[in-house]
């Protein structure tokens, strides 16, 4: 599976971006997706999950409430709608896949190249 991440830009604080990854390949559909970011000079940190028909999704401690994940499954297609957006959620934002909506970014491949999100103050 290939994966293409897109959607983001520059925010103000509190405003919203929605980020996209579509996924490409013969095994598009049997994924769950991951979204990860990572701030310069900061790990990859864990956002949320989604599982492979989109009913079970799993966040981040310091997303909750705020992001939500979705999957259209017609167009191969996972979203991460964020809100309230704050400035420490600044970082490059990478989508991947893995056989299990989950937190543990090794146990994911296929990473896509990132969308960068910058929110200002």
């Known amino acids: 599976v290939q994966l293409q991440a897109s959607g983001g830009g520059l925010v103000q604080a509190g405003g919203s971006l929605r980020l996209s990854c579509v996924a490409s390949?013969?095994?598009?559909?049997?994924?769950?997706i991951g979204w990860f970011r990572q701030a310069p000079g900061k790990e990859r940190e864990f956002v949320a999950a989604?599982?492979?028909?989109?009913?079970?999704?799993f966040y981040g401690d310091s997303v909750k409430d705020r992001f939500a994940i979705s999957r259209d499954t017609a167009k191969n297609t996972v979203y991460l709608q964020m809100n309230s957006l704050k400035p420490e959620d600044t970082a490059v934002y990478y989508c991947?896949?893995?056989?299990?909506?989950?937190?543990?970014?090794?146990?994911?491949?296929?990473w896509g190249q990132g969308t960068l999100v910058t929110v200002s103050s």
């Open positions: 991947a896949a893995a056989g299990a909506p989950i937190a543990a970014p090794e146990l994911y491949g296929n």
């Open positions: 989604i599982g492979w028909a989109g009913f079970s999704t």
């Open positions: 390949g013969p095994t598009a559909s049997m994924h769950a």
